[in-house]
């Protein structure tokens, strides 16, 4: 099937124009879903694909040496391959500042934003893109996102990165990685291995992050906002803007179509294994496909930090 002149304009506007789907829904009166957002039946996501009553567990990491929580983590490394943290030591307005730093680049004029866009960042180490591959995807996702390469050994690796967001992003940077490092120790230590210096780089030599936007939508029924996926990486840790409708569902079993909410919780940091450390832990733990569904009423902001082997 070839696509419909729509589909070329839209397309054309979103990426090669560079608006984003936040340029889409701020420029023009979106009444319904563009057709290059509607996704085939079987990839959209319907209530009746809901498990309640198994929520994701909720652990408090406030002593990270107690043996009880250790257990906790990995019981849900091993069944879920997903978790969330609370009294992690990451103070709630440093949370909600950089979500707001997220909100304040997505804010920008659609021209500031368009400066990032990637092929033509005049950043080396941040640029902003749609989707998960807007050139070769057939249906694309409704959801913008800016991403940023953590390279602290080299002194200007953040030069060229927008100012509205620059301090929070290096900040949250640096209070991640400890915290990524001890759920490391713990889940390595559970293989009886160690972290050191001969696996680090292996497990976390590199760091992302992601501003993920997901613009409100005319028909959130029919679109998606972030596909099922697995993240490819070794762990993601992953803020969710508080306040806003729940968007995030991880699959509960590998042979049903169940997926379980993930909620926003003030204060609280996801956690989700990826598949270089289930294929590391040769399978004992598990990286759990997730997705994002979209809503009518509000836009949502979230942002993962992805640990990867270095390259
Ligand atoms: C991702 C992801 C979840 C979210 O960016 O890989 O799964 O809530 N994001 O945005
Ligand atoms: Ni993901």
């Known amino acids: 099937m070839s696509p419909t002149t729509d589909e070329i304009e839209v397309k054309d506007f979103v990426v090669n124009q560079k608006n984003g789907v936040k340029g889409l829904v701020d ?80 804010e920008l004029p659609a021209e500031e934003r368009r400066r990032y866009w990637r092929g033509t960042s005049v950043s080396e180490t941040a640029w902003l893109t749609t989707s998960f591959n807007p050139y070769k995807e057939r249906v694309l996702e409704w959801r913008d996102f800016l991403k940023f390469e953590y390279l602290p050994q080299r002194h200007d690796f953040a030069a060229t990165w927008p100012s509205v967001c620059k301090e929070q992003v290096i900040d949250h940077f640096k209070k991640i990685k400890p915290i990524t490092e001890k759920i490391l120790n713990i889940l390595i230590n559970n293989l ?58 991880a699959r509960a079993t590998e042979d049903g179509d169940k997926w379980i909410n993930v909620p926003p919780i003030a204060g609280a940091i996801a956690v989700n294994i990826g598949d270089v450390l289930q294929i590391l832990s040769n399978d004992r733990y598990r990286s759990v496909e997730h997705c994002v569904v979209v809503n009518k009423c509000c836009s949502r902001v979230s942002i993962p930090v992805f640990c990867g082997p270095g390259c």
């Open 27 to 106: 420029f023009l009166t979106l009444t319904t879903l563009p057709s290059p957002y509607i996704q085939p039946p079987q990839e959209r996501f319907t209530s009746d694909k809901i498990l309640f009553g198994s929520p994701v567990p909720v652990i408090d990491v406030s002593n990270w040496n107690d043996p009880h929580l250790a257990r906790e983590i990995c019981h849900a490394a091993t069944k879920l391959g997903v978790f969330q943290i609370v009294n992690h030591g990451i103070a709630p307005a440093e949370l909600k500042g950089v979500i707001a730093a997220a909100r304040g680049f997505f």
């Open 192 to 249: 009886n291995s160690v972290v050191d210096e001969s696996n680090k780089e292996t497990l976390m030599g590199t760091m992302r992050m992601n501003f993920n936007y997901y613009p409100k939508c005319p028909e959130p029924s029919l679109a998606i906002g972030t596909g099922r996926h697995s993240d490819i990486n070794t762990i993601t840790l992953l803020l969710q803007e508080h306040g806003v409708l729940s968007s995030l569902y």
